[in-house]
């Protein structure tokens, strides 16, 4: 591999300029980190929305990208810590197992979607289907999500300080969704649920991850939940299928 | 997928660099749209006269046309461009199609020009010489081909009234119900593709006196299945995605222009970008910019 990369600027810290260099070879470069790499932290320059950045990462480092992101950054995280200083496209974490993800601008669809683990902060708002089918990851969104959030979503939570669009937790299994704006319908099996302690405590948690603990007022918030109606087939509940 | 691109311009400071800009916003799309290309550029008129753009097959000697009809015709490879009086059209038209029936008139308006080939989009741009075209706003099309054939005829933008036209990514799933409509209501769908059809359909509310706001807020309740369309009317330009919205769009916003992209990565060149109001546009939402406004 032929990696055009800068001089380091600090130990550990290594510089990649997608100007310069052909993705799959930073994406390349970061798939062949050991585990017990000194090369922790990246810094991505000129990312111009190119699809799949940093994307099936395994390794504890840290990946700052500098601008907004194409499609499915990130995807597949396991363990690293990946920030992007402006917006996401479509996929921002698909299927993370675990690790870090925080973009500071808005995040297109599907963000987090079937995602099992780890933390997904999106500063800004998230689009349609934010969450969908996600199976453990928290996410918090800064901002409000778009219709069908949380579309058959089994496990993790969902947090969003602002409003929730159309159909909220359609088809919902045990995720469990914090909103602490409006929410334009829930979908279906999608209740309002009540905050017990233990919500409260979980709430609190994910807010604390988020650094947003204090800063929030957490009575605002109502939770949403699956009312288990459709779990299984039951031919009164065929209208809802 | 189908790569669809636009681009409004506020101020006339950028007007000289309309092509260039969008040639570029063309060429990254396309890998969404490999098998033609088109584009509709809003440049410049001469009042009372409606300016005419011809595609005839390769080869067609444009300027041997033009001196037959007594009206120069700027060649551009397989398009032609010339303007007439308003009082002439009819006249023009008919001659054109007696003289040269292989010629069809695929745009005609005060200001719009339309282009477009079957071929790789950044070949298509470079043989129309887009990037030295200047004007107000204009909007591409890159066509991955899905419901109907891969023709030029099936490339977009798609035409179908006075200085108006329309880029699509997505299918049509009503589109023969409503081309019957429109066939009843004497608007005319030359082509297979379903596009065609929603183009048509805007024409039809727009002649029945919608502006093209009311008319694409119409179009959410006719029309069925997946789009984002971006539309261009003489000194307007507007964006509308499905409530589903199952198709991609990206909008950059700033003093100086209003972008329209599937991806991102088509804005990422533009002057400006990194101060831009980047945004999702809402599915089921109106979006319209007028410049006479």
């Known amino acids: 591999m032929n990696l055009s990369l800068k001089p380091a600027a600090a130990e550990g810290e290594t510089l990649v300029d997608l100007a310069t260099t052909p993705l799959r070879e930073l994406n390349g470069a970061l798939h062949k980190l050991a585990a017990d790499t000194n090369q922790t932290l990246w810094k991505i320059a000129n990312p111009a929305g190119r699809h799949a950045i940093a994307a099936g990462l395994d390794v504890p480092v840290t990946v700052e990208i500098d601008g907004p992101v194409g499609y499915y950054c990130a995807g597949m995280n396991k363990q690293a810590r990946v920030i992007v200083h402006g917006n996401a496209g479509v996929g921002v974490g698909e299927n993370m197992m675990s690790g870090f993800i925080h973009v500071k601008g808005d995040a297109s669809q599907a963000a987090g979607a079937t995602a099992h683990g780890g933390l997904l902060i999106i500063d800004g708002n998230a689009s349609a289907r934010c969450g969908i089918s996600m199976k453990g990851i928290d996410i918090v969104v800064k901002g409000s999500v778009g219709h069908m959030s949380a579309f058959m979503a089994q496990a993790g939570t969902l947090t969003v300080l602002g409003d929730a669009g159309e159909a909220l937790g359609d088809s919902l299994y045990e995720a469990k969704l914090f909103v602490r704006g409006s929410v334009a319908s829930l979908g279906a099996d999608c209740i309002e649920k009540e905050m017990r302690e233990e919500h409260r405590a979980l709430l609190a948690a994910k807010l604390e991850a988020a650094g947003l603990l204090g800063e929030v007022d957490m009575s605002e918030f109502r939770r949403y939940g699956s009312a288990r109606t459709l779990y299984h087939f039951h031919v009164d509940n065929v209208s809802s299928y | ?293």
């Open chain 2, 1 to 293: 997928m189908c790569g669809i691109v636009g681009l409004f311009l506020k101020q006339p400071k950028l007007e000289p660099e309309l092509g260039a800009l969008l040639s570029q916003m063309l060429d990254i799309m396309c890998d969404r749209g490999p098998d033609s290309a088109g584009f509709a550029v809003y440049g410049g008129g001469t009042p009372g006269f409606v300016k005419l753009t011809l595609r005839g097959p390769a080869g067609t000697d444009f300027a041997a046309l033009g001196a037959e009809i007594d009206h120069p015709i700027l060649a551009r490879d397989t398009h032609g461009v010339l303007s007439v009086p308003v009082a002439e059209e009819a006249t023009v038209r008919a001659a054109l199609a007696r003289l040269a029936p292989a010629v069809k008139v695929v745009g005609a308006g005060a200001r719009m020009e339309l282009y477009k080939e079957v071929g790789l989009p950044a070949d298509v741009a470079k043989r129309f010489k887009l990037e030295e075209m200047s004007g107000t706003h204009a909007i591409g099309h890159t066509r991955m081909a899905t419901e109907s054939a891969v023709t030029t005829d099936g490339a977009h933008p798609f035409s179908t009234g006075p200085d108006q036209c329309l880029v699509h990514n997505g299918s049509l799933s009503n589109h023969a119900g409503v081309r019957r409509l429109l066939a009843r209501e004497g608007v005319a769908v030359t082509t297979e593709n379903d596009s065609e059809v929603a183009a048509a359909y805007l024409t039809y509310r727009m002649r029945g006196g919608d502006t093209l706001g009311e008319a694409l807020e119409h179009s959410l309740g006719d029309l069925d299945g997946f789009y984002t369309f971006v539309v261009g009317t003489e000194s307007g330009f507007g964006v509308l995605r499905d409530p589903i919205a199952c198709k991609p769009a990206v909008m950059a916003e700033t003093d100086d222009y209003v972008a329209f992209a599937s991806e991102y990565r088509a804005l990422a060149g533009l002057p400006g970008i990194e101060t831009a109001r980047v945004f999702e546009p809402e599915p089921a939402k109106v979006y319209f910019w007028d410049r006479a406004a």
